[in-house]
Structure formats: C-alpha cells, structure tokens
C-alpha cells in the first residue's frame, strides 16, 4: 500500500510539472519556434522609428554594436551605455546575436535588449544560421533582407552570409534593386554583417559587392563579423566601410548623420 500510494504521489507531481509550469521542462534548446508576442520584432521596431522620421532630411544619431555571441555581460553593459545617450534615434545591432543559434541564445538576447530605451533593428549574422537560427531569426525578427527610409536617407538591411547558408551566394539581384530605386535619396546606407574582403567572400563575390556600392554611389557600407574596429576605405573606388567591434571589446560605435556629412562615433566604458 505505501509503495502504491508514492506512485500515486510522484504521477501527480510529474503532472504538476508538466502542466502548471511550461518553462520548468524544455525538450530541446534546438527547437524552433519563439513565443508571442515575440515576433516580427524588427517590423514592429520599423513602425516605432518611422513615426520619428521626416520626408525631408533631418540630422541624426544611430547607435550601433555587433557580435554580442554568448558575451552576455558585456551586452548588458553596452545596453546601460546606449541609455545613457538620450540622443540616440535608434541602433542597428549587426549580427551574431548568438553563438550557436539555439533556441535559449535567442531568448537570452532578446532579454539583455529589452532593457534597451532605444528601439533596435537586428540583423543576421553567420552565427545565428546555426542549428535552427535561420528559422527562428525569421520568426523572431522578420525579413532577412529589407529597407527603411529615415530622414530622407535609404537604410538598407542585407543579410551576405554565405558559408552557413549552403555556400549560397547573396541575393545581390535584391541589393541591386533596391539601391537603383533609391538613388534620389539624401544617403544611402548599407548594413550587412560580413565584411566584402572577409573569409565568406571569393574574390569574385568581394568585387561585385564594392561594384554595386559604387555603381549606386552607396555612402557607407557597415558590419560586423571580425569582432575588431575598422574604418577605411580599402578599394580605389566605392565607399568608405565601417567595421564594429564584438561585445567584449567594451566598446559602442555612432553614426551621426548631418547636413554636412556623416561621420562614425567609438566610445570605451
């Protein structure tokens, strides 16, 4: 009787687990699939700037870091850093939100940046087409590829990872039609996380990056992936490029965008 009565015991118990706490048991970190309202959080952050945004150009301020991974601490404190900036219109983060693209990377990311004051758009990196990542990056944040006008400035979002998506090439046919379109614009700028003259990219790929940049008088190409700063212009014609550092660098980057000209912000904590 008191063996039954334990039996009795633990099934109820085991019940309780499973259907009075859902976070307690996790089947797989791998799994896809993120929870509402956590979706399409890029879209939603678009709606938010663009009620900011004007038809005719107005200088501004954008925040931006890059290859956060699983450096979570030092996330964090680039997030306390940005608050302290309330003149920020918003940030671009550059990818590699996670190390292995794992379901839990994803929601810790997505933890440590709604403590962010500012809005933020998240693009892909390499890292994050990892195990399942692509699906949950879609689910999670929206489009691969897509555009924002703000202030009169074309902001072009391009998700150039190569190796991690089957040794595919970008989808420059896209790219291409965009900045066409958008040659009227006050400046033109493109977000992508990986770097043209990088590991990913062949020789032919690099050149017909930079030929797009200059064919469509591009103004500053920006990214992520090589966790060093860098800000040059490495090719006789094209733009000037601006490369982030990763988290554990203690450091955040700017881009002020003025009347005159633009120019990039680094500041250490």
Not at 14 to 35: H, R, T, W
Not at 171 to 179: A, H, I, Q, R, T
Not at 216 to 241: A, C, E, F, M
């Amino acid at each position: 009787m008191r063996l039954f009565k334990n039996k009795v015991h633990f099934s109820a118990v085991l019940l309780f687990l499973i259907g009075g706490c859902n976070e307690i048991i996790e089947y797989s970190p791998y799994k896809a699939g993120v929870k509402s309202p956590d979706e399409d959080l890029n879209i939603k952050a678009m709606e938010q700037i663009s009620e900011f945004s004007q038809s005719e150009f107005r200088p501004f301020k954008l925040g931006l870091v890059g290859d956060s991974h699983t450096y979570y601490d030092y996330y964090e404190k680039q997030i306390r850093q940005l608050n302290k900036h309330d003149d920020i219109d918003f940030v671009v983060h550059l990818g590699d939100i996670t190390l292995s693209g794992i379901y839990r990377e994803f929601i810790w990311f997505r933890d440590i940046t709604a403590k962010l004051n500012h809005p933020m758009i998240t693009i892909i990196g390499n890292h994050d087409y990892l195990s399942n990542g692509e699906y949950m990056y879609q689910e999670m944040f929206g489009p691969l590829n897509f555009t924002m006008v703000y202030n009169d400035c074309l902001l072009v979002f391009f998700d150039n990872v190569i190796w991690e998506k089957n040794v595919e090439d970008p989808d420059f046919d896209w790219l291409e039609s965009v900045l066409e379109e958008g040659q009227d614009y006050r400046y033109r700028f493109v977000f992508s996380h990986i770097p043209p003259w990088s590991d990913q990219f062949n020789t032919g790929n690099e050149y017909y990056f930079n030929m797009l940049m200059d064919k469509y008088n591009v103004d500053l190409s920006i990214h992520g992936h090589t966790h060093n700063y860098r800000y040059k212009q490495p090719y006789d014609t094209g733009p000037p490029y601006l490369v982030v550092s990763s988290s554990q660098k203690g450091e955040i980057f700017f881009l002020h965008v003025e009347e005159d000209g633009f120019y990039p912000g680094r500041e250490d904590y």
